[in-house]
């Protein structure tokens, strides 16, 4: 099992900035491909971003490149998404998750383990 911790969303102005962590905890956090998904109001589930087991490899859905950063401290046991240039349609409630295979993942069905999610809200 892993349990997954989100933290660091919040309410900020359209072109703000705000950094969200993920805390993992249980089993190797290194093994996992880590990524980050958002779900706003009436829609589904969409892939923001995600990053291999070492970090070295990084994809962004198309509607974030160039704004949003994902990096992780595999000594930490932490991966980050920084977000900048927020817009008001970045507003939904973002999800970290990993997945075992190591690799990058754009489809949720591939991630094992999911935390509860925070909220985002970008106003104009």
């Known amino acids: 099992q892993v349990q997954l911790v989100e933290s660091g969303g919040g309410l900020v102005q359209a072109g703000g900035s705000l950094r969200l962590s993920c805390a993992a905890s249980g089993r190797t956090f290194s093994n996992y491909g880590m990524g980050w998904f958002r779900q706003a109001p009436g829609k589904e589930r969409e892939f923001v971003a995600a990053?291999?087991?070492?970090?070295?490899?990084?994809y962004y859905a198309d509607s974030v490149k160039g704004r949003f950063t994902i990096s992780r401290d595999n000594a930490k046991n932490t991966v980050y998404l920084q977000m900048n240039s927020l817009k008001p349609e970045d507003t939904a409630v973002y999800y970290c998750?990993?997945?075992?295979?190591?690799?990058?993942?754009?489809?949720?069905?591939?991630?094992?383990?999911w935390g509860q999610g925070t909220q985002v809200t970008v106003s104009s």
């Open positions: 998750a990993a997945a075992g295979s190591g690799t990058i993942r754009v489809v949720t069905t591939w991630y094992d383990y």
């Open positions: 990053i291999n087991w070492s970090g070295g490899t990084t």
